[in-house]
């Protein structure tokens, strides 16, 4: 093709950056006026433009610039049309958007397009305005295909989760996510609730430790004008808000007791009293929570109220942890990586020894360290190649994340300083385990690692001749049904090869769906 016939107009020096951040659209039309004009407007708000007079000149472009993050097609023009635009798109980067641009006569082929995977139209003539509202609409879209590749794995445990998650997402009861800090437990939260039936409605998050208890009260249940001192307007809270959609409570352990006892309610009556309010409000809300804390536990120290535990149980799900997914580290820091450079407009890879040290580390931040990692090492990488000293990772960290102490082992009568690491491991390991009665689950919380790391070296030690079976307790020492049911289920979930993925509906029952 000739360079002749495609422009491409770049703003983005310093002066004239902006939250588009040299985002590139492709802008296809064969009428000079319009295409130009959209370029220009699109420049002002900061975009890269590059442009295309027909489709041929258009494929050719979406073929040789993977970068381009928007397609904004003309429906009817000479040889390949704006449909046809879209198909190749569609086949050449699927995840591109594109929006068709159409005369009003023409609309019912714009529907077509939509149906075909535009995402949406524009009937000519059109004000900024509403290119402007699309664009934002189609950049948002992008952000959550973006958090979406933190799901993608390879790991048999948390595809188990996916697909389950998946299959309970169609159901109203609400939904507990358990999992350390950077597990991505808020977007799963997110994906349950684009996989829904309500997919269509309000997605409202509120972080419960991030606010004192009085300004998350009336943030979350709204009040009426004249309720308190500064009430000068009625406001909706986050339930009224989310009603018809779903409503993630991030960080529910840390909720206020008083707060839990109206929470509670709103889970069984469904509606809410704003404050200052003299008639309850009728809600429909679906509750997504996350936790990073065991709430069983809370509940025993009198921190979480057991109805309330009960109530979020149903449906639970367990994130495990970066370090237990080893497969999934070197695809999402690819993933990581790619994104990362598209922003800054080159390539890069990493080298076999960044890759090494990626698969090697523990990520104790999770997900979330990793991103930041490697977005900080493609700024700080000089040429096309990440390689280790980009990345900066503490090789302290590669060590046992949990070391017996030195004045423990010495009064057990170890000898710290002839023994391997494996070999205080193993001892610490099998202790633990014989002083929780056998319960594997409760010994791999109490040292800090994932059920099934334990599973697989207890299986080690019992191939090597150690003993690895104790007597289990069902009894914990109390009467509640919180200790009961909780047993069985962790006596269960001890022996069963399914993961951490429960769905318990009854408080006496632990069933596995």
């Given at each position: 093709?000739?360079?002749?016939?495609?422009?491409?107009?770049?703003?983005?020096?310093?002066?004239?950056?902006?939250?588009?951040?040299?985002?590139?659209?492709?802008?296809?039309?064969?009428?000079?006026?319009?295409?130009?004009?959209?370029?220009?407007?699109?420049?002002a708000?900061?975009?890269?433009?590059?442009?295309?007079?027909?489709?041929?000149?258009?494929?050719?472009?979406?073929?040789?610039?993977?970068?381009?993050?928007?397609?904004l097609?003309?429906?009817?023009?000479?040889g390949?049309?704006?449909?046809?635009?879209?198909?190749?798109?569609?086949?050449?980067?699927?995840?591109?958007?594109?929006?068709?641009?159409?005369?009003?006569?023409?609309?019912?082929?714009?529907?077509?397009?939509?149906?075909?995977?535009?995402?949406?139209?524009?009937?000519?003539?059109?004000?900024?305005?509403?290119?402007?509202?699309?664009?934002?609409?189609?950049?948002?879209?992008?952000?959550?295909?973006?958090?979406?590749?933190?799901l993608?794995?390879?790991?048999?445990?948390?595809?188990?989760?996916?697909?389950?998650?998946?299959?309970?997402?169609?159901?109203?009861?609400?939904?507990?996510?358990?999992?350390?800090?950077?597990?991505?437990?808020?977007?799963l939260?997110?994906?349950?609730?684009?996989?829904?039936?309500?997919?269509?409605?309000?997605?409202?998050?509120?972080?419960?430790?991030?606010?004192?208890?009085?300004?998350?009260?009336?943030?979350?249940?709204?009040?009426?004008?004249?309720?308190?001192?500064?009430?000068?307007?009625?406001?909706?809270?986050?339930?009224?808000q989310?009603?018809?959609?779903?409503?993630?409570?991030?960080?529910?352990?840390?909720?206020?007791?008083?707060?839990?006892?109206?929470?509670?309610?709103?889970?069984?009556?469904?509606?809410?009293?704003?404050?200052?309010?003299?008639?309850?409000?009728?809600?429909?809300?679906?509750?997504i929570?996350?936790?990073?804390?065991?709430?069983?536990?809370?509940?025993?120290?009198?921190?979480?109220?057991?109805?309330?535990?009960?109530?979020?149980?149903?449906?639970?799900?367990?994130?495990?942890?970066?370090?237990?997914?080893?497969?999934?580290?070197?695809?999402?820091?690819?993933?990581?990586?790619?994104?990362?450079?598209?922003?800054?407009?080159r390539?890069?890879?990493?080298?076999?020894?960044?890759?090494?040290?990626?698969?090697?580390?523990?990520?104790?931040?999770?997900?979330?360290?990793?991103?930041?990692?490697?977005?900080?090492?493609?700024?700080?990488?000089?040429?096309?190649?990440?390689?280790?000293?980009?990345?900066?990772?503490?090789?302290?960290?590669?060590?046992?994340?949990?070391?017996?102490?030195?004045?423990?082992?010495?009064?057990?009568?170890?000898?710290?300083n002839?023994q391997?690491?494996?070999?205080?491991?193993?001892?610490?390991?099998?202790?633990?385990?014989?002083?929780?009665?056998?319960?594997?689950?409760?010994?791999?919380?109490?040292?800090?690692?994932?059920?099934?790391?334990?599973?697989?070296?207890?299986?080690?030690?019992?191939?090597?001749?150690?003993?690895?079976?104790?007597?289990?307790?069902?009894?914990?020492?109390?009467?509640?049904?919180?200790?009961?049911?909780?047993?069985?289920?962790?006596?269960?979930?001890?022996?069963s090869?399914?993961?951490?993925?429960?769905?318990?509906?009854?408080?006496?029952?632990?069933?596995?769906?």
């Open positions: 093709m000739s360079s002749q016939t495609v422009y491409a107009i770049k703003n983005c020096g310093e002066k004239d950056m902006t939250e588009n951040g040299c985002r590139k659209i492709l802008v296809v039309d064969d009428e000079v006026g319009i295409r130009r004009g959209l370029s220009t407007s699109l420049q708000l900061g975009y890269e433009v590059v442009e295309a007079p027909s489709g041929e000149e258009a494929v050719y472009q979406i073929s040789n610039q993977p970068d381009i993050q928007c397609i097609t003309d429906y009817k023009m000479p390949l049309d704006g449909f046809d635009v879209l198909k190749e798109a569609k086949k050449l980067h699927p995840e591109t958007p594109v929006i068709m641009m159409t005369g009003h006569a023409n609309i019912h082929h714009a529907v077509s397009a939509i149906q075909s995977g535009a995402i949406d139209y524009l009937c000519k003539p059109f004000g900024m305005e509403d290119l402007e509202r699309l664009l934002g609409r189609s950049f948002k879209n992008e952000s959550k295909r973006e958090s979406s590749a933190d993608e794995t390879s790991d048999p445990q948390f595809s188990l989760i996916l697909r389950r998650a998946k299959k309970l997402a169609k159901s109203e009861v609400p939904i507990l996510v358990e999992g350390a800090s950077g597990t991505g437990k808020e977007v939260a997110r994906k349950i609730h684009e996989w829904s039936l309500r997919s269509s409605g309000p997605w409202v998050a509120i972080n419960c430790a991030a606010l004192p208890s009085g300004l998350l009260e009336s943030e979350l249940f709204g009040y009426e004008r004249g309720a308190f001192t500064g009430a000068v307007e009625r406001k909706l809270g986050r339930f009224e989310a009603s018809g959609g779903t409503l993630l409570l991030d960080e529910i352990g840390d909720l206020d007791l008083s707060l839990q006892a109206k929470l509670l309610r709103v889970l069984q009556e469904s509606e809410v009293d704003r404050l200052g309010g003299k008639r309850p409000i009728a809600v429909n809300v679906r509750i929570a996350t936790t990073n804390q065991d709430l069983a536990d809370l509940v025993r120290q009198g921190r979480f109220r057991e109805d309330l535990y009960f109530r979020l149980y149903g449906m639970r799900f367990k994130l495990p942890s970066l370090k237990d997914r080893p497969n999934d580290v070197v695809s999402l820091a690819e993933k990581f990586l790619v994104r990362e450079a598209n922003k800054q407009g390539s890069l890879s990493f080298s076999s020894e960044a890759v090494a040290q990626l698969k090697n580390y523990p990520w104790p931040g999770n997900i979330r360290q990793l991103e930041r990692c490697v977005e900080k090492a493609a700024i700080l990488a000089e040429g096309r190649v990440v390689v280790v000293e980009d990345l900066e990772l503490d090789d302290g960290a590669l060590e046992l994340e949990r070391r017996p102490s030195r004045d423990r082992l010495s009064q057990e009568g170890a000898q710290p002839t391997s690491i494996k070999e205080m491991e193993r001892e610490v390991i099998l202790e633990s385990l014989r002083a929780h009665h056998g319960n594997r689950t409760h010994t791999a919380r109490a040292l800090g690692m994932s059920l099934r790391t334990l599973r697989h070296k207890l299986k080690q030690y019992r191939e090597h001749g150690y003993q690895v079976e104790f007597n289990r307790q069902i009894s914990i020492g109390k009467n509640s049904p919180l200790d009961a049911s909780n047993a069985q289920l962790e006596a269960f979930r001890a022996d090869s399914v993961g951490e993925v429960f769905a318990c509906p009854d408080k006496g029952k632990g069933e596995n769906h």
